[in-house]
């Protein structure tokens, strides 16, 4: 089994779960809405000086759908570039 997790801007919240249903990859997964901290693209706090939040999803899977998973947020990523998608396999 793989653990993936999958770390973006809220913003693409809805796009990335879109993204994997229509690759049909991604069904059980454990979400955590609000997260802050500050990476390549810069802080995500949550306050009135740095207001953008990121979410996490975490899902452990077999390799096939992990490689449905990495296609589907490789296209997301290609549709917004500069909001910090970041897929993690461990």
């Known amino acids: 089994m793989i653990r993936l997790e ?3 801007n809220r913003s693409v919240e809805e796009n990335i779960i879109e993204a994997l249903n229509k690759e ?3 069904k059980h997964y454990t979400m955590i809405p609000n997260i802050y901290g500050v990476g390549a693209c810069g ?3 949550g ?4 207001p953008e939040e990121n979410f ?3 899902i452990w899977c ?3 759908e992990a490689q449905g998973i990495q296609r589907a947020i490789k296209k997301v990523k290609e549709k917004f570039p500069g909001e910090g998608i970041k897929l993690f396999g461990i």
């Open 24 to 26: 049909g990859v991604g």
């Open 62 to 64: 077999e390799e096939e």
């Open 43 to 45: 802080p995500r706090m």
């Open 56 to 58: 996490a999803l975490i």
């Open 47 to 50: 306050t009135a000086v740095w």
């Open 6 to 8: 999958i770390i973006a």
